[in-house]
């Protein structure tokens, strides 16, 4: 399984973010190997709609669970209709 894990850094060591839309990156971690991949977060900087673009960010690079703090509604609808589970952590 692939899952998407919001990160202050771009690696496995880096601190897990608490925020979806402005996280510094996205890192995928396949289940099974541990392999991964950090993608970037275009969207950090957007002026408005960085949930949504993070979210079909995520989407489009196959995340089939979400690992993160808090989730937005526009982000959330994405999920939700792409059938994609959210896993909320405090941090």
Do not use: K, W
Request: aromatic share 8%.
């Amino acid at each position: 399984m692939q899952i998407a894990v919001t990160s202050d850094g771009i690696d496995l060591e880096a601190a897990a973010s608490p925020i979806f839309g402005r996280c510094a990156a996205y890192v995928f971690v396949d289940t099974d190997t541990m392999a991964y991949q950090a993608v970037q977060n275009p969207a950090i900087n957007a002026p408005s709609g960085a949930g949504i673009q993070a979210a079909q960010l995520v989407v489009e690079h196959g995340a089939e669970a979400v690992v993160t703090g808090h989730v937005g509604p526009n982000a959330f609808a994405i999920f939700e209709s792409a059938g994609v589970p959210m896993y909320p952590f405090s941090g």
